[in-house]
Nanobody, 127 residues
Framework: QEQLVQSGGGSVQPGGSLRLSCTAS????????IGWFRQAPGQEREAVSA????????FYADSVKGRFAISRDSARNAVYLQMNVLKPEDTALYYC????????????????????WGQGTQVTVSS
């Protein structure tokens, strides 16, 4: 069964760090783009970051630029989102997703392009 399995997340105080993992099962993350999205209660899901598998080009939303870092490990067939200096407004359900139709990440924010999604993991930033 082809799926994306997420791990990580949890609760942290403002200024803290967390790392999210997204591992592909049943298929290889050899091509395409992996994106991270998040959805806060009562809000629409938004794009956070993405990385292309071909040349590891990275993309970030302005709200997380300089604080979050996306990376991939081909040997582990996984992508990671390191989140530093977390703020209460980062609180959301985070999803990873995969698309093969946009290998250069040109439309990385377009959720409709992604055809495989992880199960979601909660990140809560609160004092």
């Amino acid at each position: 069964q082809e799926q994306l399995v997420q791990s990580g997340g949890g609760s942290v105080q403002p200024g803290g760090s967390l790392r999210l993992s997204c591992t592909a099962s049943g298929f290889t993350l050899e091509y395409g783009t992996i994106g991270w999205f998040r959805q806060a209660p009562g809000q629409e899901r938004e794009a956070v970051s993405a990385i292309t598998n071909s040349d590891e080009r990275t993309f970030y939303a302005d709200s997380v630029k300089g604080r979050f870092a996306i990376s991939r490990d081909s040997a582990r067939n996984a992508v990671y989102l390191q989140m530093n200096v977390l703020k209460p407004e980062d609180t959301a359900l985070y999803y990873c997703a995969y698309t093969v139709i946009d290998p250069y990440g040109i439309q990385w924010r377009m959720q409709a392009e992604y055809d495989r999604w992880g199960q979601g993991t909660q990140v809560t930033v609160s004092s």
